[in-house]
């Protein structure tokens, strides 16, 4: 079992940036797949980014180039960084862990919310 706490979010104004921080505990950081999911008012959850134990990372293509994920090991850490925000990015943000091997996303924080006003 992982226990994901999350932090960070807000309300900021089209173009500026903010980071989300998720702090893991309980399985081994090690062999768990992190991300960051989000939720649109009245529309589907959405995947945003990925990260692999060793840093390999993935990203909808519609915050490539504006998201960062990023995670710290040794703190059981993950980070999204989000630069350039826009009025499209308004939403519930999750932080969610995936074991190596499984096929969905099985761990989950909160949820924080982002709004960016336009």
């Known amino acids: 079992q992982v226990q994901l706490v999350q932090s960070g979010g807000g309300l900021v104004q089209a173009g500026e940036s903010l980071r989300l921080s998720c702090a893991a505990s309980g399985r081994p950081f090690s062999t768990t797949i992190m991300g960051w999911f989000r939720r649109a008012p009245g529309q589907e959850r959405e995947f945003v980014a990925s990260?692999?134990?060793?840093?390999?990372?993935r990203y909808v293509d519609s915050v490539k180039g504006r998201f960062s994920i990023s995670r710290d090991n040794a703190k059981n850490m993950v980070y999204l960084q989000m630069n350039s925000l826009k009025a499209e990015d308004t939403a519930v943000y999750y932080c969610?862990?995936?074991?190596?091997?499984?096929?969905?996303?099985?761990?989950w924080g909160q949820g924080t919310q982002v709004t960016v006003s336009s």
């Open positions: 990260i692999t134990y060793g840093g390999s990372t």
């Open positions: 969610a862990g995936r074991p190596i091997g499984a096929p969905d996303y099985s761990y």
